[in-house]
């Protein structure tokens, strides 16, 4: 999938792959952070946000597979480092898309 309609479904969707690669890898022991609450108050139970629904009942069942796994709210001002590398990231794939030439 090459496009997604929301920041929240493209979290999610990488949160769900991430967790999946894993225990891909057989790791039992998983902590996973979001600086996305809404995604980490969805995985927790805690609200039921419709646009993510189905990926979030993706990464619970995927989550239940694990001996010991958690999901946590980090916030972005905390963790500026990785911000501006997703961020650099991200700018520097949109200037080499082979679709912007």
């Given at each position: 999938?090459?496009?997604?309609?929301?920041?929240?479904?493209?979290?999610?969707?990488?949160?769900?792959?991430?967790?999946?690669?894993?225990?891909?890898?057989?790791?039992?022991r998983i902590k996973m952070f979001?600086?996305?609450?809404?995604?980490?108050?969805?995985?927790?139970?805690?609200?039921?946000?419709?646009?993510?629904?189905?990926?979030?009942?993706?990464?619970?069942?995927?989550?239940?597979?694990?001996?010991?796994?958690?999901?946590?709210?980090?916030?972005?001002?905390?963790?500026?480092?990785?911000?501006?590398?997703?961020?650099?990231?991200?700018?520097?794939?949109?200037?080499?898309?082979?679709?912007?030439g």
């Amino acid at each position: 999938m090459n496009f997604v309609t929301s920041p929240l479904i493209a979290e999610a969707l990488a949160l769900r792959s991430a967790l999946t690669a894993a225990l891909n890898l057989d790791v039992t022991r998983i902590k996973m952070f979001s600086d996305n609450s809404t995604l980490i108050r969805a995985i927790n139970n805690d609200v039921q946000i419709k646009e993510i629904f189905g990926i979030v009942k993706d990464i619970q069942q995927i989550a239940s597979a694990s001996v010991d796994i958690s999901f946590s709210f980090f916030s972005r001002n905390l963790n500026m480092e990785a911000d501006e590398l997703a961020k650099r990231t991200l700018s520097d794939s949109l200037v080499s898309s082979p679709f912007l030439g």
